[in-house]
């Protein structure tokens, strides 16, 4: 089911892809109030599971609570209708879109007085840097947009209002021939790419920069944590001055769109020997494992989709079943 075709959820309705309207009176087409999640469902040889499903449906109750949202359904309200959504659509892999918005009533910048209004979009989904990104890395450049300051959107949150300032350094990167840019933090520290978090690898340190840098708390960016650690990797969350993307031995983007995708270079500064490093591959490698079901699913981060492909995981890897 490609973009612009199946059914879409809205409101507790399955509607079909044409007919998901809104009124263009509603806040959210004027101030930008929606909360909204990226996560995936992959087809794996175990059966279709969505990866770290229920982190996603947290971190977008999250996102509400901060917006002051009342969400119309709990965490195993959205878990269940998303999966259903899946199901409906009868797709094996896509890219899953809930999102929250303020509907049609008044027209002002109060929000209040709009309703909550909430769909799910499912559709099968591209390489989101190009078919080559994950093999052969990405060259990228530093934005001369920031990160939002503290204090002024919230970071925490994934909201629609964010991704104005993301998409100033998304289009800044592709117009002067970059496939992505990494932002600054208000200080001038490294923050992270348009839709994607950054780890750098320094004489076997892996460096990621932390929450205090204006940073979306990424799903996937906790799922290489500890994944690192779990290889043995010392990771550090701290401040990095942007001189430590040209002095890294290896750069990589992590993100539900990405995955694992290295950066070749940055600001035409090579990265390290340019090709996909050996930390890089190493996270990479182990990540890919878990979402086949090559290793065990210690963490419970595949939820599975179709209760009638329970037989693929008898006597495998795989942990968490449904
Ligand atoms: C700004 C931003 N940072 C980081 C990420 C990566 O987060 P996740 O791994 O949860 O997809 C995303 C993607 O949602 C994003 O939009």
Redesign the pocket.
């Known amino acids: 089911m490609p973009f612009g075709s199946g059914k879409i959820w809205m409101n507790g309705t399955l509607v079909d892809w044409a007919d998901a309207r809104i009124h263009i009176g509603s806040h959210v087409v004027h101030y930008g109030s929606a909360v909204f999640e990226?996560a995936r469902c992959y087809s794996t040889p175990r059966g279709s599971a969505c990866f770290r499903l229920d982190d996603?449906v947290v971190?977008l109750l999250n996102s509400a609570r901060i917006y002051r949202m009342d969400s119309p359904l709990d965490r195993s309200g959205w878990a269940a209708a998303i999966e259903d959504t899946i199901r409906q659509n009868a797709l094996k892999a896509c890219y899953i879109r809930p999102v929250m918005y303020r509907g049609y009533s008044a027209l002002g910048v109060n929000p209040l007085p709009c309703p909550v209004d909430s769909a799910i979009m499912v559709w099968e989904w591209e390489a989101y840097l190009g078919p080559d990104a994950q093999e052969k890395g990405v060259d990228v450049c530093v934005s001369s947009w920031n990160r939002m300051a503290p204090n002024t959107f919230p970071a925490m949150a994934?909201s629609g209002a964010?991704y104005a300032n993301?998409s100033l350094i998304k289009m800044e990167a592709v117009l002067d021939g970059y496939a992505e840019a990494i932002a600054l933090d208000h200080q001038g520290y490294i923050s992270?790419?348009?839709?994607?978090?950054l780890f750098l690898v320094r004489n076997g340190v892996i460096y990621t920069p932390s929450t205090t840098s204006s940073?979306?708390p990424?799903?996937?960016?906790d799922s290489i944590i500890t994944i690192a650690r779990s290889l043995g990797y010392e990771v550090r969350e701290e401040l990095l001055p942007r001189e430590m993307l040209y002095l890294a031995d290896e750069a990589f983007f992590?993100?539900?769109?990405v995955e694992v995708t290295p950066i070749r270079s940055v600001d035409k500064i090579v990265v390290g020997a340019g090709v996909r490093g050996p930390v890089t591959s190493a996270v990479r490698d182990t990540f890919f494992d878990i979402l086949n079901g090559e290793v065990p699913d210690t963490h419970g981060w595949l939820t599975w989709v179709y209760p009638e492909e329970a037989h693929l995981r008898q006597n495998a890897a795989s942990t968490v079943a449904r």
């Open positions: 990226g996603h971190r994934k964010n993301a992270e790419g348009s839709g994607q978090n940073i979306l990424g799903i996937t960016r992590v993100g539900t769109a």
